[in-house]
Every structure is written in C-alpha cells, then in structure tokens.
C-alpha cells in the first residue's frame, strides 16, 4: 500500500488551557491543561491513524520538545521522519473560553531553518515520493525557510505525478497556488487573503473558488466554521452544512478536514461523497478537546447528518 505523505515543517507541542470565561487584562485561573504533539501536517497524520491507511508524518524538528513530539508520535504507532534542526521547537498555546467556546491561540516563531538543512529536506523528500500516492503539506513555515519552499515542492510532486493537497497561508500560500497543487483547502479567511476579496456570500465564494480552478488546482475546499464548506471541482461543486454541536476547541478542525481529503483522493471518492466526509470530519474535530481528532468511525456514524447540496 502507498502512503499519504504529511510535510510540516514547523511543528508544535500544542498546550491547551481551558478557562471559564477568559477576561483580557484580568486573571484568568486555569480550569485544564493538556499537551499535544502539534503543527497542521501532524494534526492531519493524527486524524489519518484511524483511517486504516499508511502514514508518514515527515519535515523538521528541533531540541528537547522535538525529541517529546516524536515520542509522543510512538506513542501513536504513527510513522515519522524529522529532520534535526537547530535551537528549540516551539511550544504553541491554545487558550479555551469554556464558558464562549472561543478558542484564542498564541503561536510561537519556530527554530530557525539553515539552507544546508533545507536542501536535505528535499532530497529526502523527493526520496520519500516514491511510497507516495498523496502529499499534505500544511501549515507556516520556520524562519529561514524560503517563502516559495512550497513552490518547490508540489514542483517536484508533480514532476512523480503525485497529487498535493496544500494549506497554508499568507506568502507560502500565494506561492504555493501558483505552483497549482492538486488541491487547496483555505478557510475563508484566508482565501479572502488570497483574493484580496471580501466574500459574504456562497455566490460570491464559489466564484473565487472558480477563479482558482481556471488557474490548474483541480478541487479547492474551503472552510467555514460552523457554516460550513465548500468543494469546487472543474466540473461541480458541493455546499456542505454540518450538524449542531457544543464546541470544545476548533484546534485541528480544518487539519481534520484535510485528513478526511487525503482519504478521499487516495480512495477516489466521488466529489460529494468527500463534501460529506470533509464536513463530518471538521465537526466532530471541533467537539473534542485539545488538539485530540476524530476517527474514521466517527465520520461514518455523523455523514447521513450531513447535508449536502449540490451548486453546479
């Protein structure tokens, strides 16, 4: 069996803290504490564990809390390879309003990323390949990195014919789509960013989803919160509304929703039938703490909740 492949390049150790109404200026005391290995590709990995297929979480790390995130990684059974950079890697902290269901998170920079280190990372990368039916790369990038690093890579995936399905944001993202990934799963946010467009509107969405299309990227899957996604394809596109639920932290969601994507594209699911796990997937995702993420089990049991209409 070929592997789903998840590049991130500046990972986390993730420290979620709950408070019961977070006052700004104030003090605010500490309700519960939990540590997660964290960063967009690994989040992605996590979700993929209970998807019965193989995994490979791969990129960088670096120090005390690097050696932590790979042991909390065996700990999973999940497959990785980092690769060792200098300094520390960053501990991000995620900051729970229980009482608003707010989420507030406070990133750190990262470990600084020396060239000679990054060649290396493509070498093994493109090595790597070779077990590959789909690529994730995910999330910021470490200082030093190239703001095109992205660029570079979905280059040397498409050169093995290997799909990308890429989320990012800021420069890497602009970068990244002008490299025409297979896929692109932006939250609104960023593809307003992206378009330098506000969208209010599903129409208003859908075309700026169209507009990426033209330009080579075969799906774009962006995400809503609590409204929803949409998933245009050349062809169609899907408006997904998911099921109510009591938030808990929507760290991991939208990883969780590239997770279900991998999946789809490595199964070759029909568009609608990805709409429908995507959204299952970003939802449940969202009732769980920390940055703990749903199972494949659990998106079977919620997609009939799902509702899917169709938009072309």
Request: with cysteine; aromatic share 4%; hydrophobic share 45%.
């Amino acid at each position: 069996m070929r592997q789903i492949l998840t590049v991130t390049l500046s990972p986390a150790l993730d420290k979620t803290v709950g408070v019961d109404g977070f006052e700004i200026g104030g003090t605010n005391r500490i309700r519960s504490i939990r540590l997660d290995a964290g960063g967009k590709g690994i989040n992605v990995a996590k979700a993929l564990k209970s998807f019965d297929v193989k995994i490979c979480a791969f990129g960088l790390q670096a120090g005390r809390t690097g050696e932590i995130i790979r042991q909390r990684l065996d700990a999973l059974g999940l497959a990785h390879r980092f690769l060792e950079a200098e300094g520390e890697t960053r501990t991000n902290l995620k900051l729970v309003d229980e009482r608003s269901g707010v989420t507030t998170e406070l990133n750190e920079p990262g470990f600084q990323v020396a060239p000679d280190l990054l060649a290396r990372l493509v070498d093994e990368y493109r090595a790597a390949l070779e077990d590959a039916a789909v690529v994730v790369l995910a999330g910021s990038l470490p200082p030093g990195a190239p703001e095109d690093v992205y660029r570079t890579l979905i280059g040397i995936a498409r050169e093995k014919a290997v799909p990308v399905i890429l989320d990012a944001d800021g420069p890497a993202l602009v970068h990244g789509v002008n490299a025409r990934p297979y896929a692109l799963k932006p939250n609104l946010a960023e593809l307003e960013r992206l378009t330098g467009k506000s969208l209010r509107t599903d129409g208003e969405i859908l075309d700026a989803a169209r507009a990426l299309v033209r330009e080579g990227i075969r799906l774009v899957l962006v995400s809503m919160g609590e409204d929803g996604s949409l998933l245009v394809g050349p062809d169609r596109a899907f408006r997904a509304r998911p099921f109510p639920i009591q938030p808990q932290s929507t760290v991991g969601a939208g990883d969780s929703m590239v997770a279900a994507l991998a999946y789809g594209l490595m199964k070759q699911l029909p568009p609608e039938d990805i709409a429908r796990m995507t959204s299952a997937a970003g939802t449940i995702t969202a009732t769980k703490p920390g940055t703990e993420v749903c199972t494949l089990d659990e998106i079977l049991e919620k997609l009939p909740l799902i509702e899917v209409t169709p938009l072309l």
